[in-house]
């Protein structure tokens, strides 16, 4: 029978590393395939759910979902629900959430750049 460790050195350096790192505390936040793009598409303003599929097509109901509950618990985004039939509900940026809209412009910058540069160099002999 395997006896489980109760405090694992790796636990306690992943604990160590987001609370003296900063970008890993970003990631911590952010990371992930999905979640950049969710703050993506909200900083142009809130949405419905179901705009949030049909602007993210690939991502499964499941991981919108989920990934829009671990941002609201992250206080990244605030849900709106209407007490109305059918419910209302919609999705926004906190403030906090607001505050990160630069860098996610900034990656996609970085991203239309890189993409350029990469078509350059594939075309190029």
């Not at 460790?5 to 890993?24: A, D, F, G, H």
Request: with cysteine.
């Amino acid at each position: 029978m395997t006896v489980i460790k109760e405090s694992s050195t790796i636990q306690e350096n992943r604990k160590n590393i987001l609370e003296q790192c900063p970008v890993m505390y970003v990631m911590g936040k952010i990371g992930g395939f999905w979640k950049p793009i969710i703050l993506f598409h909200l900083s142009t303003g809130s949405k419905r759910y179901s705009e949030l599929k049909r602007a993210i097509p690939e991502v499964t109901e499941k991981m919108l979902i989920q990934h829009l509950k671990q941002l609201e618990a992250d206080g990244l985004v605030v849900r709106t629900a209407k007490a109305v039939v059918p419910p209302h509900v919609t999705y926004e940026l906190s403030e906090a959430g607001s505050q990160l809209a630069p860098v996610i412009d900034a990656m996609a910058d970085w991203a239309f750049q890189d993409m350029k540069r990469d078509y350059k160099e594939r075309i190029q002999p």
